[in-house]
T-cell receptor
């Protein structure tokens, strides 16, 4: 069974631009969560989607948004990029509810110049 | 507000040693606790999941325990190998706010020397 996939793996953008990251969950998984990982803040929850609906949201500004499609694939978008958005963005999927075991993808490394 | 702490932040041991990594959390109302491994620049690999009703889980050389009442979990690694070198993260799900999100500790970076 294929694991969680994320594309692209690496991105370089400049301040003010916007970016879209993609996540394909494990087949059959319906819950997708997004996390930001930085050396200073560690891993922080962005949001969770289930059945195309945002079910939970972390403490991030409105520049961070996401969506989920009917096939459970998810995208997150960051608009008006700032230097501080440079991070590893990780996606996790689980079967039905977030209290099931969560499986993470390899991440997308975003660098903002 | 749920907070997760991992001690020690870093650990260096000779190959073959048994070791224990510690994780503590402030709110005992959790759904589950999950241990992950992260290699440099990589994603997270799930090692063990302990549901709130369970006391321990085992997988190969790994054993994780959970004591909800005291807000503690330990990850025991038997007969450590150089390939075990990585950062180990614990994360809890749930808490009185019930946001459904994983709250992570800062991790313990383990180095196993040949």
């Amino acid at each position: 069974k294929a694991g969680v996939t994320q594309t692209p793996r690496y991105l370089i953008k400049t301040r003010g631009q916007q970016v879209t990251l993609s996540c394909s969950p494990i087949s059959g998984h319906r819950s997708v969560s997004w996390y930001q990982q930085t050396p200073g803040q560690g891993l922080q929850f962005l949001f969770e989607y289930f059945s195309e609906t945002q079910r939970n949201k972390g403490n991030f500004p409105g520049r961070f948004s996401g969506r989920q499609f009917s096939n459970s694939r998810s995208e997150m978008n960051v608009s008006t990029l700032e230097l501080g958005d440079s991070a590893l963005y990780l996606c996790a999927s689980s079967l039905e509810a977030s209290y099931n075991e969560q499986f993470f993808g390899p991440g997308t490394r975003l660098t903002v110049l | 507000k749920q907070e997760v702490t991992q001690i020690p932040a870093a650990l260096s041991v000779p190959e073959g040693e048994n070791l224990v990594l510690n994780c503590s959390f402030t709110d005992s109302a959790i759904y589950n606790l999950q241990w992950f491994r992260q290699d440099p620049g990589k994603g997270l690999t799930s090692l063990l999941l302990i549901q709130s009703s369970q006391r321990e889980q085992t997988s190969g050389r790994l054993n994780a325990s959970l004591d909800k009442s005291s807000g503690r979990s330990t990850l025991y690694i038997a007969a450590s190998q150089p390939g075990d070198s990585a950062t180990y993260l614990c994360a809890v799900l749930g808490g009185s706010s019930n946001t459904g999100k994983l709250i992570f500790g800062q991790g313990t970076t383990l180095q196993v020397k040949p």
